[in-house]
T-cell receptor
Framework: GAVVSQHPSWVICKSGTSVKIECRSL??????MFWYRQFPKQSLMLMAT?????????EQGVEKDKFLINHASLTLSTLTVTSAHPEDSSFYIC??????????FGPGTRLLVL | QKEVEQNSGPLSVPEGAIASLNCTYS??????FFWYRQYSGKSPELIMS????GDKEDGRFTAQLNKASQYVSLLIRDSQPSDSATYLC???????????FGAGTRLTVKP
């Protein structure tokens, strides 16, 4: 399967700071990238869908001004959690897709906001 | 009604038994169906995809699709303790860009 990386794998930050998470497709060009959030013992929740060079499409209830998504190239998308608070602590996972192929997930980034 | 429904479990089977995981979906026009495995603290990994009615086998895994009943299942033969994980069912209506996930079924295989 395709390889998707995320960086960092985990981050601890103080409340009020911003955190940037990178998602890269390593061996294919991703036409679309997805950002998910998963709280403990809960399922994946899609946050937003991003296409290279265009604005992300956010799911209902996800604040676009708080979760900034940039999809600058076919291999890189970034998610910035602005002014993070403890309730933003979660497991953030990206996935990538090329054309109509299956979604492949990155290893995830665990965020802890103190 | 949720778009993709799974029993949350936990489902417990003894080692060597067959584990049967079920998933139903609401949109009759759905085209693509996937099973992902997620170990605790890890991200999901793709196990199987299935697109047409019937069975699809890959090693110890068999996916079964019945579009008339809007039902997809995953059978794991000769279950191993290493199969203990949460299994996510995902369904796509159009082009895999619109994938919707079930809540997952937690499987425990006891030695």
């Amino acid at each position: 399967g395709a390889v998707v990386s995320q960086h960092p794998s985990w981050v601890i930050c103080k409340s009020g700071t911003s955190v940037k998470i990178e998602c890269r497709s390593l061996d294919f060009q991703a036409t679309t990238m997805f950002w998910y959030r998963q709280f403990p013992k809960q399922s994946l929740m899609l946050m937003a869908t991003s296409n290279e060079g265009s604005k992300a499409t956010y799911e209902q209830g996800v604040e676009k001004d708080k979760f900034l998504i940039n999809h600058a190239s076919l291999t890189l998308s970034t998610l910035t959690v602005t002014s993070a608070h403890p309730e933003d602590s979660s497991f953030y996972i990206c996935s990538s897709i090329s054309g109509q192929e299956t979604q492949y997930f990155g290893p995830g980034t665990r965020l802890l906001v103190l | 009604q949720k778009e993709v429904e799974q029993n949350s479990g936990p489902l417990s089977v003894p080692e060597g038994a067959i584990a049967s995981l079920n998933c139903t979906y609401s949109d009759r026009g759905s085209q693509s169906f996937f099973w992902y495995r997620q170990y605790s603290g890890k991200s999901p990994e793709l196990i199987m995809s299935i697109y047409s009615n019937g069975d699809k086998e890959d090693g110890r895994f068999t996916a079964q699709l019945n579009k008339a009943s809007q039902y997809v299942s995953l059978l794991i033969r000769d279950s191993q303790p290493s199969d203990s994980a949460t299994y996510l069912c995902a369904v796509s209506l159009y082009n895999n860009n619109d994938m919707r996930f079930g809540a997952g079924t937690r499987l425990t295989v006891k030695p």
